[in-house]
């Protein structure tokens, strides 16, 4: 059964932690690069998504916190793969860490909002 609460809420947790790392790329690129606005709308677009399939991931049964982690791992491979080959092995690590963390929030918290809302 799809749950639209869960989706709600883990896509905007999607959209909210697209916004940060693409606009967080402004102040965390390497010196003297400007980093390429389809980069940064690529970055976004990968987080919007990935929320969105942790939203309809419910029926996975698996605990919220490793399934957080596997799609957060999987949407960030390729965001992984632009910085890897600019030797930029930092950029991709953080997008590839913060991408774990941000999956692993948008599944526990929607899994929490969920798990409380049915059992009031």
Aim: overall charge positive.
């Amino acid at each position: 059964m799809v749950q639209k609460k869960r989706i709600a809420i883990t896509t905007a947790v999607g959209i909210l932690t697209g916004a940060w790392c693409a606009g967080s790329l402004l102040f965390m690129a390497p010196p003297g690069i400007t980093p390429e606005p389809w980069f940064m709308l690529m970055i976004f677009y990968a987080r919007v998504l990935q929320g969105l399939v942790i939203g309809f991931a419910d029926g996975i049964a698996i605990r919220p916190v490793l399934r957080g982690a596997g799609f957060g791992t999987l949407f960030s491979l390729l965001l992984c793969i632009v910085p890897f080959f600019a030797h930029n092995y930092f950029g991709a690590a953080m997008l590839l860490i913060f991408g774990i963390i941000y999956g692993i929030l948008a599944d526990g918290l929607a899994s929490w909002a969920v798990k409380r809302d049915n059992a009031a």
